[in-house]
Each structure stands twice: as structure tokens, then as C-alpha cells.
């Protein structure tokens, strides 16, 4: 059975505290020993897991990362798909926070979009299952146990699942360089689906086209545009920033 590896002492403290039952084995530092370290051991204990004590270089191997002594292996943490979405689409809040990736192929910038997402009260990020980032251990590590609460969610055709938002009464709202309104300017204030397009290339034709509208972050310096967790991290918080002044 196919094992996922989580590496880095706040990611698997948050996998040992929200889900235990998918950890397999937890491999430490030979020669450890700090508070910190100390905790996950015996959450681990708690939970009946298993840990062993290893090389540094075994953990470099497993972890291809900065992994701070600690490697969780576990049972793998799988995307959704078209299925989980309707499930989730059945039980929508008034006012429902959704993120959609369209390219965003980096696992870093997808955990720092979970991040994000997390931290911005969405209920899942979207992503198309073709040229998107796996959710892999790198993700799931940048993403600081937010890979573990916000489902990512991979679908067949993207441009597809735009309109099946739309029927449930969620505003399509893509970001765009060209834009004529300001992130600022626009109401954000209802159920919304947030659109970030991949660096550089934005977002492709068709995934615009289903757009009900397009906004633009107005870029005051040299640079003309931003990273995209960046863009991703201050446009949630601008409708975070709404929904408190209208409060659904």
C-alpha cells in the first residue's frame, strides 16, 4: 500500500493531533532530545504508534527537505474528486468560500494556498487534475497541517465545475492582470469561488470565460505581478475583510 511521507515538527504534530489513525511510524533523529521533539513522542505514544531512531542521512533520504528530525510515514492523503465536491456542494454555508488553482503546478505554492485557505475559512481549494501540483509531501509540508483540514480537490474539467458552481448560487471571481476593477472595488461579500491562474500565463481562456467577474490587486512598484500564494493570501483576506463589514 502506497505510504505518503510528512516531514517537519508542526506538521506532524498537527497529523498526530487531527489524524493519528493515518500514521504508520514515526522516525526521529538518532540523539534528540528537546521539549519539542518530546511532545510528538508521546502523542505518539497515546496513539500506539510505533518510533524508531535513525541517521540523519536516512531521514535526508526520506524527507527531501528541511525535515527538523522528524518523518512521519503515514497512510497516503489522497486529492478528492467530482463526488467529494458535490457532497460538499450539498451542505454549502450562506456565505461559502471556495479557492480554485488553474495551473498553479508547484507544491510549494500549492501548501502556501492551503495555508491560505485554512486561514481564510475556505471549504476546499479546486484544482483541474492535468497540469496541477500533486499533493505531495512537499505540499503537505509547506501547507502546516492545512492539507489535513481543507480537501483539495482535483476535477476532470474545470471550466465544468465552474458552471456547477454557478448553480449553486456561487459567484465565479477571477483574478486577471488586465481587469478593469480593482480587488478593492469589487463586492465580494456573497458565496464566491476565488480564481487564481497560474504565474505569468494567468488563468487559461476558457476557465475566464466562465468568470462572473474579473479583478486585478493594483500593483504600485516595478514588478507586475505577484507570487501566486502571495496574490492568493491577500484577495481571500480582502473578502475575509468584506464579509466582516457585511456580514451575511
Known amino acids: 500500500m502506497k505510504a505518503d511521507i510528512i516531514f517537519g515538527i508542526h506538521a506532524v504534530s498537527t497529523l498526530l493531533n487531527r489524524e493519528p489513525a493515518r500514521v504508520r511510524r514515526l522516525l526521529v533523529l538518532q540523539g534528540r532530545h528537546d521539549k519539542r521533539l518530546q511532545s510528538l513522542l508521546e502523542l505518539a505514544e497515546q496513539n500506539g504508534i510505533s518510533v524508531k531512531a535513525v541517521p540523519k542521512a536516512k531521514l535526508d533520504e526520506l524527507a ?5 528530525g522528524v518523518v512521519a510515514e503515514t497512510a497516503a492523503l489522497k486529492a478528492g474528486n467530482e463526488n467529494d465536491l458535490e457532497r460538499l456542494l450539498e451542505s454549502l454555508p450562506k456565505q461559502a468560500l471556495l479557492l480554485v488553482l488553474d495551473g498553479v503546478t508547484d507544491p510549494h505554492n500549492l501548501g502556501a494556498c492551503l495555508r491560505t485557505a485554512d486561514a481564510a475559512g475556505a471549504l476546499a481549494v479546486i ?6 501540483a500533486p499533493l505531495n509531501a512537499t505540499a503537505i509540508k509547506v501547507a502546516c497541517g492545512a492539507a489535513e483540514a481543507v480537501p483539495y ?19 465565479i471571481t477571477g483574478t486577471a492582470g488586465e481587469a478593469t476593477q480593482d480587488i478593492y472595488q469589487a463586492d465580494l461579500s456573497g458565496s464566491l469561488a476565488l480564481v487564481m491562474g497560474a504565474e505569468g500565463k494567468g488563468m487559461r481562456r476558457l476557465t475566464r470565460e466562465h468568470c462572473d467577474q474579473l479583478v486585478r490587486i493594483p500593483m504600485a ?8 500564494s502571495v496574490a492568493t493570501g491577500v484577495c481571500l483576506f480582502e473578502i475575509v475583510r468584506q464579509r466582516q463589514v457585511k456580514p451575511g
Not at 153 to 171: D, F, K, P, S
Not at 221 to 228: I, Q, T
Open 64 to 68: 527531501q527537505g528541511v525535515h527538523q
Open 127 to 132: 484544482a483541474p487534475k492535468d497540469k496541477s
Open 153 to 171: 480537490i482535483q476535477v476532470t474539467n474545470l471550466a465544468r465545475t465552474l458552471q456547477l458552481l454557478q448553480q449553486y448560487g456561487i459567484w
Open 221 to 228: 512598484g516595478e514588478v507586475s505581478s505577484l507570487n501566486v
